[in-house]
Nanobody
Framework: QVQLVESGGGLVQAGGSLRLSCGAS????????MGWYRQAPEKQRELVAT???????NYADFVKGRFTVSRDNTKNTVYLQMNSLKPEDTAAYYC????????????????WGQGTQVTVSS
């Protein structure tokens, strides 16, 4: 089964920037929707941003104007550019995709990455 592989997390000071990347582990995957969720300690996982293959985006209110989601359909890769980071953005960020893994089946499924930690110091 295809996996989502994330990179780009780390430690940054408040006001700084980070860029997360996430791609499918192999060809044959068609991600209709790709994006990012996050989960802080003792909190529920929450939507950050998603983007369709056609480029339509959806953002959580708390990141509007600071984060930008984009994707490269030729590489099945989604990105999250995070600017003006705040300590409250500290969380594990999870890549998400709703799509079809044509090497496995023709079913539409949800896929999750392992998570990448983002820590913003004040």
């Amino acid at each position: 089964q295809v996996q989502l592989v994330e990179s780009g997390g780390g430690l940054v000071q408040a006001g700084g920037s980070l860029r997360l990347s996430c791609g499918a582990s192999r060809s044959g995957f068609n991600g209709a929707i790709m994006g990012w969720y996050r989960q802080a300690p003792e909190k529920q996982r929450e939507l950050v941003a998603t983007i369709t293959r056609g480029g339509a985006t959806n953002y959580a209110d708390f990141v509007k104007g600071r984060f930008t989601v984009s994707r490269d359909n030729t590489k099945n890769t989604v990105y999250l550019q995070m600017n003006s980071l705040k300590p409250e953005d500290t969380a594990a960020y999870y890549c998400y995709a709703r799509g079809v893994d044509y090497r496995d089946s023709y079913n539409l499924n949800d896929y999750w990455g392992q998570g990448t930690q983002v820590t913003v110091s004040s």
